[in-house]
């Protein structure tokens, strides 16, 4: 059965490629055979909305599910923080690698003073948008699409004081600059620096393959992140961040709701013992939902009708 040839499908930019190839060499180096096939995403195509107004969660990992539906690929990798939290029926997370750096940065000119001043920042994240009027209520921020190589070249033809970027995908593919400073404030989206790799339910071979690349660890914090997710956003985009973390026998969680100007922000920080891990995400989000959060949710999925 070893010869059977194991059908990566991938995104074509050249951070999801680095993935693919990362995940590859993994089942190379354990005898499994592979082939990498990529395709465009429409997220990838359409670059002129923000991403949350084409009002498709999963617009990156749709093409791919369709293509493993259709039986042309065998297994996708994905971004975690890309993936929706309810996944296609038929398809399940086969492996979540270890996890890289979770932080978000700032690439900045090099000159930073705006941060006591007038500011414009980029980002296609509601996320980091609310969290950055949060912090700097008179800074404008923009919208930013496309790829990491993308964005990066729009951040220096433009006249922006800075773009904030996942340190991850700019670490993946060497594209870091030495201007740019850790954003440690800022609660990364749910998911954010993991990859994960998605088979079929009914695919026995590249389940059992794909199982000897689950870094368990990582699994339950991201478990905790995007069951928070779920709770909370009950399939509506919103400004939401999440970090759980081993502290020794223990789990710490941060998780975040802000509104979209970032004037409101909802937070919770608690720590349990290891063993309830499994309905951390909900109750976390369940105590936001009461906090106040219910509401902002409304007001969110209101303001995304207009």
Same mark, same amino acid.
């Given at each position: ?79 975690? #923080? ?11 997370? $086969? /492996?979540? %690698? *270890? &996890?890289? =750096? ?51 070249? #729009? ?11 996942? $340190? /991850?995908? %700019? *670490? &993946?593919? =060497? ?67 999440? %970090? ?63």
């Amino acid at each position: 059965m070893m010869n059977k040839i194991i059908r990566i499908g991938t995104r074509d930019s050249e951070l999801a490629l680095w993935q693919a190839h990362t995940v590859e060499k993994k089942l190379n180096d354990l005898g499994y055979k592979t082939e990498i096939l990529a395709v465009k995403s429409q997220g990838d195509i359409i670059l002129d909305k923000p991403l949350y107004e084409l009002g498709i969660t999963g617009i990156f990992t749709k093409t791919l599910d369709i293509a493993m539906i259709n039986g042309d690929v065998d297994i996708a990798v994905h971004s975690m #923080k890309d993936v929706p939290t309810a996944l296609p029926i038929g398809i399940v997370q $086969a /492996a979540v %690698l *270890e &996890r890289a =750096n979770t932080l978000d940065i700032l690439v900045h000119k090099g000159n930073l003073d705006f941060l006591n001043g007038d500011g414009t920042i980029a980002t296609g994240s509601l996320r980091r948008q609310a969290q950055w009027l949060n912090k700097y209520p008179n800074h404008k921020v923009v919208d930013l699409r496309g790829n990491v190589n993308t964005r990066m070249q #729009k951040l220096q033809d433009s006249d922006w004081n800075g773009a904030v970027f996942a $340190a /991850a995908g %700019l *670490e &993946r593919i =060497n594209l870091k600059p030495s201007n740019y400073i850790d954003l440690d404030w800022m609660i990364p989206a749910p998911a954010q620096g993991a990859m994960v790799v998605v088979a079929m339910a009914k695919d026995e071979f590249c389940r059992q393959a794909l199982n000897e690349l689950n870094d368990i660890d990582t699994e339950v914090c991201t478990h905790i992140e995007r069951q928070f997710l779920k709770t909370l956003e009950g399939g509506c985009t919103a400004p939401i961040g999440a %970090l759980a973390v081993f502290v020794e026998d223990d789990i710490l969680f941060k998780g975040v709701l802000f509104s979209i100007d970032g004037k409101q922000k909802i937070e919770i920080e608690k720590t349990v013992p290891m063993q309830e891990w499994k309905k951390l995400g909900f109750y976390c989000a369940k105590e936001i939902l009461e906090n106040g959060g219910a509401e902002l949710m409304t007001e969110i999925k209101i303001n995304f009708k207009k």
